[in-house]
């Protein structure tokens, strides 16, 4: 099965790895998978007092549309505010990245690492987080 | 070596074939010649006259055009005997060795079911052996399935213990496909016939590659396979041992009565012919090839061990000459063979599938299953040039790194958390 060119691109070169402050009240981390599935994502947001999301960065344990999936992410998420940033869908990802039916779960996961991450920026500043419809997978 | 020994080569063919591998390094590099080999151009000129001129029907007794065909398939089968140390009469030629597999497990629970109804394999087993094993249960048969110990063996005595007086047949393979190892069969097959059972051994990844003889090695049945071993696809053999004892497996192909009744169907004279060369072939430079492939395989494990977090999988001293698995360590196989997309090589992860599970056998070793997700098998073969195996060392180096930069638990890990006290979310 051969990669898209996106899937390719975002791999080769991905945007925005590395790591943010976890201790920061304006970093929001989430980290998703198990290292027994072949995949494991760390997103990281950094929020500012307007709740917009002024940076986002990735780490991915995975195959390459996991680490494209998580990349793309990350792209999409600075400049949305949190608000938008939870409307983000897999399918978004999946129809971008053109992935075959066996990748749509690195997807799934990419939604539920920014998800992750929104709760965990909102658990931090006293806001209650939000329910999360029992993941797909 | 080799090559230079090639270079002095009759074959026209195969003196051109070495002076481009040795002039111009081909990109991607093969390195995955445990799922198949290129055909050896010797091995293909051989085979050419059989599609053309010499086409006949090998079972057409009465003209020339089959007395040729069946000549060739009748050299075919002494250039396999030989080198596994068999009587021609004892070679059925199949498809491959999935088949012979099947005809073999499946034949002898046909054939011995008065006797007993019992069979031991092991849980590393190619799945040929294994869905074969699982089909005679299906019909009414009893089969054991052994562990293996961490480093890939069978244990001796968990074979021993496994035996009944009902077991009829002790299948287990001879080299493994993912991670190489060689199985003390002569052991195995001397506890197989203690106890009144038939020995079988799939030996697709070791015929041709390590010395085999069925009779210094007790071996009741073979499977082998000519693309394994430089030769054409679609073209097998199944050894059945004539003498002390007389093995006889019940046919699973009815039709014309061919290969002494055991498996019916058209000869395929010129990849017979093929499988015939590949054979002759790997007798006459397997020694020095085993050689001069564990040394550029070592050379390989040795560099690309240095890196930090990677294990070699299996036993490192009963091993196939050409192989390596290894595990690196938070980085998961599938992304890191993207990464190294000019290596075409293989990994025990399985992303792709539907289940997510990593390989059987490497599990079945006890590897845990982010290990299994993070191997990668490395299989070297005729054609690997030294060049070709400095090149795959930068690039595998280079993806590895790479891909723990961008590695959430290579992070972890440097910072000296515990992976196992992190409670990962239900995926």
Same mark, same amino acid.
């Given at each position: 099965?051969?990669?898209?060119?996106?899937?390719?691109?975002?791999?080769?070169?991905?945007?925005?790895?590395?790591?943010?402050?976890?201790?920061?009240?304006?970093?929001?981390?989430?980290?998703?998978?198990?290292?027994?599935?072949?995949?494991?994502?760390?997103?990281?947001?950094?929020?500012?007092?307007?709740?917009?999301?002024?940076?986002?960065?990735?780490?991915?344990?995975?195959?390459?549309?996991?680490?494209?999936?998580?990349?793309?992410?990350?792209?999409?998420?600075?400049?949305?505010?949190?608000?938008?940033?939870?409307?983000?869908?897999?399918?978004?990802?999946?129809?971008?990245?053109?992935?075959?039916?066996?990748?749509?779960?690195?997807?799934?996961?990419?939604?539920?690492?920014?998800?992750?991450?929104?709760?965990?920026?909102?658990?931090?500043?006293?806001?209650?987080?939000?329910?999360?419809?029992?993941?797909?997978? | 070596?080799?090559?230079?020994?090639?270079?002095?080569?009759?074959?026209?063919?195969?003196?051109?074939?070495?002076?481009?591998?040795?002039?111009?390094?081909?990109?991607?590099?093969?390195?995955?010649?445990?799922?198949?080999?290129?055909?050896?151009?010797?091995?293909?000129?051989?085979?050419?006259?059989?599609?053309?001129?010499?086409?006949?029907?090998?079972?057409?007794?009465?003209?020339?055009?089959?007395?040729?065909?069946?000549?060739?398939?009748?050299?075919?089968?002494?250039?396999?005997?030989?080198?596994?140390?068999?009587?021609?009469?004892?070679?059925?030629?199949?498809?491959?060795?999935?088949?012979?597999?099947?005809?073999?497990?499946?034949?002898?629970?046909?054939?011995?079911?008065?006797?007993?109804?019992?069979?031991?394999?092991?849980?590393?087993?190619?799945?040929?052996?294994?869905?074969?094993?699982?089909?005679?249960?299906?019909?009414?048969?009893?089969?054991?399935?052994?562990?293996?110990?961490?480093?890939?063996?069978?244990?001796?005595?968990?074979?021993?213990?496994?035996?009944?007086?009902?077991?009829?047949?002790?299948?287990?393979?001879?080299?493994?496909?993912?991670?190489?190892?060689?199985?003390?069969?002569?052991?195995?097959?001397?506890?197989?016939?203690?106890?009144?059972?038939?020995?079988?051994?799939?030996?697709?990844?070791?015929?041709?590659?390590?010395?085999?003889?069925?009779?210094?090695?007790?071996?009741?049945?073979?499977?082998?396979?000519?693309?394994?071993?430089?030769?054409?696809?679609?073209?097998?053999?199944?050894?059945?041992?004539?003498?002390?004892?007389?093995?006889?497996?019940?046919?699973?192909?009815?039709?014309?009565?061919?290969?002494?009744?055991?498996?019916?169907?058209?000869?395929?004279?010129?990849?017979? +012919?093929?499988? @015939?060369? !590949? #054979?002759?072939? %790997?007798?006459? &430079?397997?020694?020095?090839?085993? =050689?001069? $492939?564990?040394?550029?395989?070592?050379?390989?494990?040795?560099?690309?061990?240095?890196?930090?977090?990677?294990?070699?999988?299996?036993?490192?001293?009963?091993?196939?000459?050409?192989?390596?698995?290894?595990?690196?360590?938070?980085?998961?196989?599938?992304?890191?063979?993207?990464?190294?997309?000019?290596?075409? +090589?293989?990994? @025990?992860? !399985? #992303?792709?599938? %539907?289940?997510? &599970?990593?390989?059987?056998?490497? =599990?079945? $070793?006890?590897?845990?299953?982010?290990?299994?997700?993070?191997?990668?098998?490395?299989?070297?073969?005729?054609?690997?040039?030294?060049?070709?195996?400095?090149?795959?060392?930068?690039?595998?180096?280079?993806?590895?790194?790479?891909?723990?930069?961008?590695?959430?638990?290579?992070?972890?890990?440097?910072?000296?958390?515990?992976?196992?006290?992190?409670?990962?979310?239900?995926?």
């Amino acid at each position: 099965m051969a990669y898209s060119d996106k899937v390719i691109d975002h791999y080769t070169n991905p945007r925005n790895v590395g790591t943010l402050d976890k201790a920061s009240a304006q970093v929001g981390t989430g980290l998703v998978g198990a290292p027994e599935c072949g995949d494991v994502m760390r997103l990281q947001i950094q929020v500012d007092e307007n709740n917009i999301i002024t940076d986002a960065k990735f780490k991915t344990f995975g195959c390459g549309s996991a680490i494209a999936s998580s990349s793309l992410a990350t792209e999409w998420l600075k400049g949305k505010s949190v608000d938008d940033a939870m409307k983000i869908d897999n399918m978004d990802i999946v129809e971008e990245l053109a992935l075959p039916p066996v990748k749509i779960h690195c997807s799934v996961l990419a939604e539920d690492a920014i998800k992750a991450a929104i709760n965990d920026f909102r658990v931090k500043n006293g806001m209650e987080p939000i329910e999360l419809e029992k993941s797909h997978h | 070596m080799q090559f230079i020994a090639a270079k002095r080569c009759k074959s026209k063919t195969l003196r051109i074939f070495v002076w481009f591998k040795i002039h111009f390094m081909d990109i991607p590099i093969y390195l995955d010649n445990n799922a198949t080999t290129p055909m050896d151009p010797r091995v293909l000129e051989a085979m050419l006259p059989y599609f053309t001129n010499k086409f006949g029907n090998a079972a057409s007794r009465n003209h020339h055009f089959g007395w040729v065909a069946e000549e060739g398939v009748d050299y075919a089968r002494e250039q396999v005997a030989k080198l596994i140390g068999a009587s021609e009469k004892e070679i059925i030629f199949t498809s491959g060795a999935t088949e012979s597999d099947n005809l073999a497990i499946k034949g002898v629970f046909e054939m011995y079911k008065d006797k007993g109804n019992h069979i031991i394999t092991a849980v590393t087993e190619h799945k040929a052996v294994l869905d074969a094993c699982k089909h005679v249960e299906k019909l009414g048969g009893k089969v054991t399935y052994l562990a293996v110990k961490e480093d890939g063996l069978v244990d001796h005595a968990e074979l021993e213990a496994a035996m009944t007086p009902e077991t009829i047949l002790v299948s287990i393979m001879y080299g493994n496909n993912e991670i190489g190892v060689i199985q003390p069969v002569k052991e195995i097959a001397a506890i197989a016939h203690k106890h009144g059972a038939l020995f079988m051994t799939d030996a697709t990844q070791a015929v041709g590659k390590i010395p085999v003889d069925v009779n210094a090695d007790g071996i009741d049945l073979l499977a082998l396979s000519a693309h394994k071993m430089y030769g054409p696809k679609g073209v097998g053999a199944l050894y059945v041992r004539r003498k002390g004892p007389r093995v006889k497996v019940t046919a699973q192909m009815d039709g014309g009565g061919h290969e002494r009744g055991m498996r019916s169907g058209t000869l395929n004279v010129p990849g017979i +012919v093929g499988l @015939g060369k !590949a #054979c002759e072939l %790997a007798g006459q &430079e397997m020694e020095a090839e085993a =050689k001069r $492939l564990s040394g550029l395989r070592d050379k390989l494990q040795a560099a690309l061990t240095v890196l930090e977090e990677s294990y070699v999988n299996g036993n490192v001293d009963h091993r196939l000459p050409h192989v390596a698995n290894i595990s690196f360590k938070y980085v998961e196989g599938e992304g890191l063979m993207m990464a190294m997309k000019d290596l075409a +090589v293989s990994s @025990g992860s !399985a #992303c792709t599938s %539907a289940s997510l &599970e990593p390989s059987y056998v490497l =599990k079945s $070793l006890g590897l845990s299953d982010d290990l299994a997700h993070s191997s990668i098998r490395f299989g070297l073969g005729r054609f690997t040039t030294e060049e070709e195996v400095d090149y795959a060392i930068e690039v595998t180096k280079k993806a590895v790194n790479h891909l723990r930069e961008l590695s959430p638990l290579w992070e972890m890990f440097k910072e000296g958390i515990d992976l196992n006290s992190i409670e990962w979310a239900e995926h």
